[in-house]
T-cell receptor, first 112, second 114 residues
């Protein structure tokens, strides 16, 4: 059974820092991995989608990497801003299922 | 496009009552997903549809839960009878297909059962 873990559960950093959020999964047979952002009281917003054949994806200050063999993904946020404060969730779609299994998230707070 | 639309945004009901949550997916999207989010269990997939047909309902917790998608632009999630442990935020999401595409989430319905 696929399990997805995110570390740390919470993170507080000063504005301007570069930071890394971690996601690990137990079964490497995945279709893709997606990173989401969730603001308090809101739905999820897709940030980056990495196909199983890809190693990384970039969007602006965000870069996500995928290492299927080790069951890990990282989300790198460059030059963090207070507006980046949110909960970040990674989700793994297991091969052949079309279902996402979500991690429990990392709650990020960027201090001005 | 207005994105995924859910109603109501908040629902407070008494134990034993029937609750119906509604979702309108993004026009042209063929797949629709219902999720539940709680502090204890995180975000869980309840059921998903492809081309209006239920594909996987293994996440539906009990027979008290049912979901329908009568057409491509509307879906409902019904709980009858409701219980306090059903209190959660219920999200609907849609995707262009059930394959490898981003899922677009609605704002959610916060359900409180007293």
């Amino acid at each position: 059974k696929q399990e997805v873990t995110q570390i740390p559960a919470a993170l507080s950093v000063p504005e301007g820092e570069n930071l890394v959020l971690n996601c690990s999964f137990t079964d490497s047979a995945i279709y893709n991995l997606q990173w989401f952002r969730q603001d308090p009281g809101k739905g999820l917003t897709s940030l980056l989608l990495i196909q199983s054949s890809q190693r990384e994806q970039t969007s602006g200050r965000l870069n996500a990497s995928l290492d299927k063999s080790s069951g890990r993904s990282t989300l790198y946020i460059a030059a963090s801003q207070p507006g980046d404060s949110a909960t970040y969730l990674c989700a793994v779609m297991a091969s052949g299922t079309y279902k996402y299994i979500f991690g429990t998230g990392t709650r990020l707070k960027v201090l001005a | 496009d207005a994105g995924v639309i859910q109603s109501p945004r908040h629902e407070v009901t008494e134990m034993g009552q029937e609750v119906t949550l509604r979702c309108k997916p993004i026009s042209g999207h063929n797949s629709l997903f219902w999720y539940r989010q709680t502090m204890m269990r995180g975000l869980e997939l309840l059921i998903y549809f492809n081309n209006n047909v239920p594909i996987d309902d293994s996440g539906m917790p009990e027979d008290r839960f049912s979901a329908k998608m009568p057409n491509a632009s509307f879906s409902t999630l019904k709980i009858q009878p409701s219980e306090p442990r059903d209190s959660a935020v219920y999200f609907c999401a849609s995707s262009p297909s059930q394959g490898s595409y981003e899922q677009y989430f609605g704002p959610g319905t916060r359900l409180t059962v007293t």
